[in-house]
């Protein structure tokens, strides 16, 4: 049989079920400090009265409750899988068929046939979808602080909650959105920035043909079809006869992405007149246009579009680094890269590639081209990154 309790020792135990109760934990290391000095009956301590102690923790556990907790992301699922979403996958939809992506907050999109999104950002008040073709029908759950953006081509569409319909047909350079319920705000070639678009409005955008339009009044019923990739927006919708049309000098659609470095949404806007753009583009459009060539792995239209540029602009800083691109290109054909190299280095000899178009020379050109870029490359930079090279080269 154990000690008899004292004071002191019954009211230890009562401040340790008081901690346990009230799980505070950020108060437990004072908690228990207390009970050592009350028990090893330390002088000059003020008592502790016994009503005190469930108000301590009590305080305590409200004090774990006014710590911010850092909220969750969002989690996704699409239709007919079992693993949760992950971000920066691409979502093909068979022909003739529908996917649905859920979110956990009650978000649904749903994409029609043929078409190819991506959720390629997610936190705890919304996500980022890109739809790269076709056409998605989203009902965004309206909730505090919610944030949502759809990517549409070269568009923008930023929700909070909402239900809306929209597509894109790279190859028409057609957008269109029908919005049933809410507001967003758009943004986009030929529309400007951030215009806000109210239910019963539907946008139309004919890049091609510089065409923008808003007609109000119509409304897409929630059990509507959704139209699959190969019905364009203006051949869906009827036309209006007072349609808001405004004049504009935007870009072309390849063009935006280019310089957002999108290279497939380049290419996938820019192959359906491929030839035509590198007919009418200047020098810094060629190069952009051979980068996301090159960037996707489409060798041969890289290639083509470096010495397109070449021939149509000789003698300008352009060609010359056309030259060094197309050098890059040549892969294992080393005689066909060694000329290329030795190309810009001839029309650009002091130009912004030089050393490493001189660096690459050394790699694959012949004896005599590697003895003599080697010399020229220590003269230039001794300290570069292909010293080591060089001197091996020339026996230094």
Do not use: C
Request: aromatic share 6%.
């Amino acid at each position: 049989m154990g000690r008899p309790k004292g004071p002191l020792g019954a009211l230890g135990e009562e401040i340790a079920r008081a901690q346990d109760a009230e799980l505070a934990l950020s108060e437990a290391a004072d908690l228990a400090a207390a009970k050592g000095r009350l028990l090893a009956g330390a002088p000059g301590r003020r008592r502790i009265l016994r009503w005190q102690v469930p108000l301590a923790a009590a305080a305590a556990a409200a004090a774990i409750l006014l710590v911010p907790r850092a909220p969750d992301s969002l989690s996704f699922r699409v239709e007919g899988t079992v693993a949760a979403g992950e971000t920066g996958a691409f979502v093909s939809v068979p022909a003739g068929e529908s996917t649905d992506v859920r979110f956990s907050d009650g978000t649904t999109l749903t994409l029609a046939s043929e078409s190819h999104a991506r959720v390629v950002q997610v936190d705890d008040r919304g996500a980022r979808v890109v739809l790269e073709r076709g056409s998605v029908r989203a009902r965004v759950k309206h909730l505090p602080r919610a944030r949502w953006t759809v990517g549409v081509g070269p568009f923008d569409v930023r929700v909070t909650g909402t239900a809306f319909v929209v597509q894109w047909e790279p190859e028409r350079q057609e957008f269109s959105l029908a919005l049933r319920e809410g507001s967003v705000e758009l943004s986009g070639p030929l529309v400007g920035r951030a215009r806000r678009i109210a239910a019963g409005e539907t946008v139309r955008v004919a890049m091609r043909e510089r065409r923008f339009e808003i007609v109000s009044g119509e409304r897409v019923a929630a059990a509507d079809p959704i139209p699959g990739p190969e019905v364009s927006p203006a051949a869906a919708l009827p036309p209006a006869p007072q349609a808001l049309r405004e004049p504009s000098n935007a870009p072309p659609v390849w063009l935006v992405h280019a310089k957002a470095a999108r290279w497939q949404d380049t290419m996938a806007a820019a192959s359906p007149d491929w030839n035509g753009w590198l007919g009418s583009g200047d020098a810094a459009a060629l190069t952009l246009l051979g980068d996301a060539a090159r960037y996707t792995r489409d060798v041969a239209r890289a290639t083509q579009a470096f010495e397109t540029l070449r021939r149509r602009f000789p003698g300008t800083p352009r060609a010359a680094e056309a030259a060094y691109r197309l050098g890059i290109l040549a892969g294992g054909d080393r005689a066909t890269a060694a000329r290329w190299f030795q190309t810009y280095l001839d029309e650009r000899p002091a130009g912004s590639l030089a050393r490493e178009a001189l660096g690459r020379l050394m790699e694959v050109g012949d004896e005599v081209r590697k003895v003599q870029a080697a010399r020229t490359y220590l003269e230039r930079y001794p300290a570069g990154p292909h010293a080591r090279l060089a001197q091996s080269i020339v026996g230094e």
